[in-house]
């Protein structure tokens, strides 16, 4: 915004951003409905109960919400500049269209069930699926020069079409019975049993990072064109390759446990660049911490408010946080739209 | 070491073939040498390879066939930022995807010089500070890119360039669609550059902006160098004619004696 980025107006922004972060970390463990108010076997009260509920329930709930919020924010603030459009989120290059039909597919088909390590059966499906529909496209966006970006996108957004063609077609032929659990998991949501859940996306999470973080620098050089990116000095196919491959790494990883949470990856950005200007050596980073506090606070908004309000949720039914995403964030953005105008 | 590249050349082209897969065009066998000092025009009609002989010249696209050669070595043979520590390319489609300020594009000009996450140092600053006043953008320095004029916004992205500390400038169009003024102004300050020991070369359509600030054309046509020399060499109404298919009367500027061209108001 102001004049050029210091290593101390650097630090300050991060940690205005690592705040919020690590407040939910600390705090949203501990916020929800006390025992006595629940009912079945957990109705004790015992000391006991309550130890199961945070450590196995709430903590590992708000880390994936942490995480996940954090990973589909920062790779939509890398893909909107790579593919030099600002409508680009995590989702636009077929990630999540491939792992859908995977989940979808083995939900349908009930008998496959078998598990490997701590991964689930949705879970190794749904990566098998993103998998499959991402090397699908970078074989047709790679050149001679790199990979194409306007393949990529039209690629991208051709393969989710087809995917969620396909997921519909599973649908209608599947067994009635089975097409709860398929919306459950389309809807997206956070509900993870015991912090080992959380292990299977680890990989994902830190190999995704590590190949994003460093490109941050080289995404501003890529806003203002590729030809200039490259004349100041940035090996653009190197950047773009490594946005594709770190970006769909993490989504792929985050969007198997959780299936596709909406809106996070889309806006968060762009609200990020409202208020801290369009450097992404902050937009990236912030993205991220922005991310995650807002997609864990949606998801304890999710399981305290909601359940007060309607009668049908409870804490143990799992929340449509894709929808709370929507509900919370786009009033919030359309004020800092309507902030900035003045 | 022949004389050829004992002379001050410090970027060449040798016999440089590209195309773009698909056949029919091709850029057949073009040479350029381009030395400290110098301010080389590429002229031609629409089509006629200028622009992709300037990607050749940046290192953006390799050539099929023949050589690049920066400072005597292979093109190449270096990596991106160590190309753009010596040679400054500003294409023609810059377009701003978000709306950055002036200082943090010519800022960016940086990059080559700076390493992690590329903080200014005291001196980074001052190299910008000092490419802001060169180009005169100081006063606009903090503005964002939308508050400006095409003109102005062209300037800043010669500051970025500038800011990479180059001994080469290759700028693709840098006029198209600025005023007199503007134009003037820029080619003045290109001119200027050279005269402290830049190489230019600048892709151009303006053919009286070319002869007026240049000390050397080199005229294209459907992908081949068809002439190179000075001015009054190249801007000739028989070479024009036949080149751009336009029949062209060439009249002398009173004042400095160069050839300016005119389109015939009638066609003959």
């Known amino acids: 915004m102001k004049g050029s980025l210091t290593s101390r107006r650097w630090a300050m922004t991060m940690t205005a951003y690592a705040l919020p972060f690590l407040l939910c970390a600390v705090l949203l463990p501990h916020v929800g409905p006390s025992t006595q108010r629940l009912a079945g076997p957990y109705a004790t009260g015992s000391a006991e109960a309550e130890e199961f509920i945070f450590h196995s329930l709430r903590l590992p709930r708000v880390i994936l919400a942490l995480v996940a919020g954090g990973s589909l924010a920062i790779v939509g603030a890398c893909f909107q500049v790579i593919l030099r459009n600002p409508l680009a989120e995590p989702y636009t290059l077929g990630v999540t269209g491939g792992a859908a039909v995977g989940a979808v597919l083995v939900i349908s088909v009930r008998r496959l069930q078998f598990g490997w390590g701590p991964f689930s059966t949705v879970q190794l499906f749904a990566l098998a699926g993103a998998g499959i529909s991402v090397l699908l496209i970078y074989r047709l966006a790679r050149r001679p ?146 991310g995650g506090a807002f997609l864990a606070l949606c998801d304890t908004v999710g399981r305290t408010v909601l359940p007060l309000l309607v009668e049908r949720i409870s804490e143990a039914q799992q929340t449509p946080v894709g929808v709370l995403t929507a509900l919370i964030g786009a009033p919030i953005f359309i004020r800092i739209l309507i902030g900035r105008r003045r | 070491m022949d004389r050829q590249a004992m002379r001050d050349d410090i970027l060449t082209l040798e016999n440089v073939s590209f195309s773009y897969g698909d056949a029919g065009w091709r850029l057949r066998e073009v040479s350029l040498a381009v030395g400290t000092g110098e301010m080389v025009a590429v002229i031609g009609p629409n089509g006629s390879g200028k622009s992709t002989l300037l990607k050749l010249a940046a290192g953006v696209f390799r050539p099929h066939s023949g050589r690049v050669s920066l400072q005597g070595k292979n093109l190449h043979a270096f990596d991106r930022r160590s190309i753009a520590r010596v040679l400054g390319y500003l294409p023609q489609d810059v377009h701003y995807t978000f709306d950055y300020t002036v200082e943090e594009v010519v800022a960016m000009g940086r990059f080559p010089h700076l390493s992690g996450l590329g903080f200014l140092g005291r001196k980074d600053l001052d190299v910008v500070e000092r490419c802001l006043a060169a180009t005169e953008t100081l006063p606009f320095k903090g503005q964002p890119l939308s508050h400006l004029s095409g003109g102005e916004r062209q300037r800043v992205y010669l500051a970025s360039i500038l800011a990479q500390e180059p001994h080469i400038l290759l700028l693709d169009e840098p006029t198209a669609g600025l005023d007199i003024h503007h134009q003037a102004r820029f080619f003045r300050l290109l001119r200027g550059l050279a005269r402290e020991g830049m190489a230019v070369t600048v892709v151009t359509h303006d053919l009286n902006l070319a002869s007026l600030y240049c000390s050397r054309l080199l005229l294209m046509s459907d992908g081949a160098a068809v002439r190179e020399g000075m001015p009054a060499e190249i801007i000739r109404p028989d070479i024009l004619s036949e080149i751009y298919g336009e029949p062209v009367a060439v009249e002398r500027d009173p004042r400095s004696g160069l050839p300016i061209v005119l389109p015939l108001l009638n066609g003959v």
């Open chain 1, 145 to 290: 020069q790199g990979i194409s970006m306007s393949v990529l996108l039209l690629a991208g957004v051709t393969i989710s079409i087809l995917c969620g063609g396909l997921v519909l077609f599973i649908r209608y032929i599947a067994d009635p019975h089975s097409l709860l659990s398929m919306d459950r998991w389309l809807m997206g949501g956070i509900s993870p049993i015991g912090l080992g859940e959380l292990l299977p996306i680890v990989p994902f999470v830190v190999v995704g990072l590590g190949i994003l973080l460093p490109q941050m620098p080289a995404l501003n050089h890529l806003a203002l064109g590729e030809g200039i990116a490259m004349g100041h000095g940035v090996d653009v196919p190197r950047v773009q390759r490594m946005v594709f491959i770190g970006g769909s790494l993490l989504t792929a990883g985050v969007v198997s446990l959780t299936g596709p949470i909406g809106f996070v990856g889309l806006i968060v950005p762009h609200a990020v660049r409202r208020v801290s200007g369009f450097d992404h050596r902050v937009v990236v980073p912030a993205s991220f911490l922005a």
